[in-house]
């Protein structure tokens, strides 16, 4: 059976779905807005997780109505946590690009779609070689009205970064 490791937001309460859905052995990794700050001490944890657990793939999700990303962060930067303000960040720079491009209503999507993919390859990068290179990295988001997780497929997101510049 796989094993599989999600990064999530505690405020989407996606526990039960992603268990609904994939019924495998699922672990959970939770931090506000799936804004993870992988320090050394972070990656040794999830090293650990991951080789104890024989863990196979790891997930990143998001809901579509996360309430920090359509409150776009700014309330949580006072926290001054690392992984909130670096994510806080990132989002406003990229919003700001994309909203020359599309309509408010599709940008949320986007721009979350965007994070997670950076977020992913930081995930790759961060983690030590040998064990990278034995997982499965995927994203999705979590479609409330659906019930459903829609795989992020990056590929599509480059040709978008593409045509946008």
């Given at each position: 059976?796989?094993?599989?490791?999600?990064?999530?937001?505690?405020?989407?309460?996606?526990?039960?779905?992603?268990?609904?859905?994939?019924?495998?052995?699922?672990?959970?990794?939770?931090?506000?807005?799936?804004?993870?700050?992988?320090?050394?001490?972070?990656?040794?944890?999830?090293?650990?997780?991951?080789?104890?657990?024989?863990?196979?793939?790891?997930?990143?999700?998001?809901?579509?109505?996360?309430l920090?990303?359509?409150?776009?962060?700014?309330?949580?930067?006072?926290?001054?946590?690392?992984?909130?303000?670096?994510?806080?960040?990132?989002?406003?720079?990229?919003?700001?690009?994309?909203?020359?491009?599309?309509?408010a209503?599709?940008?949320?999507?986007?721009?979350?779609?965007?994070?997670?993919?950076?977020?992913?390859?930081?995930?790759?990068?961060?983690?030590?070689?040998?064990?990278?290179?034995?997982?499965?990295?995927?994203?999705?988001?979590?479609?409330?009205?659906?019930?459903?997780?829609?795989?992020?497929?990056?590929d599509?997101?480059?040709?978008?970064?593409?045509?946008?510049?």
């Amino acid at each position: 059976m796989r094993k599989k490791l999600y990064f999530i937001c505690p405020t989407d309460h996606l526990e039960m779905e992603i268990d609904r859905i994939t019924r495998v052995e699922n672990f959970y990794f939770s931090s506000l807005a799936n804004s993870i700050y992988l320090d050394q001490e972070t990656v040794g944890q999830l090293s650990d997780l991951i080789e104890t657990h024989q863990i196979q793939e790891i997930n990143l999700v998001l809901s579509d109505e996360n309430l920090f990303w359509k409150d776009d962060l700014s309330f949580l930067e006072a926290t001054k946590t690392k992984g909130i303000i670096e994510a806080s960040k990132q989002t406003k720079s990229k919003r700001k690009e994309l909203r020359k491009h599309f309509e408010a209503e599709h940008l949320n999507d986007i721009v979350l779609k965007h994070f997670l993919k950076a977020k992913q390859k930081e995930m790759q990068s961060r983690l030590p070689k040998w064990i990278s290179a034995s997982l499965i990295f995927k994203s999705f988001l979590y479609v409330k009205q659906k019930r459903s997780l829609e795989r992020i497929r990056f590929d599509r997101l480059e040709l978008l970064k593409f045509s946008l510049n």
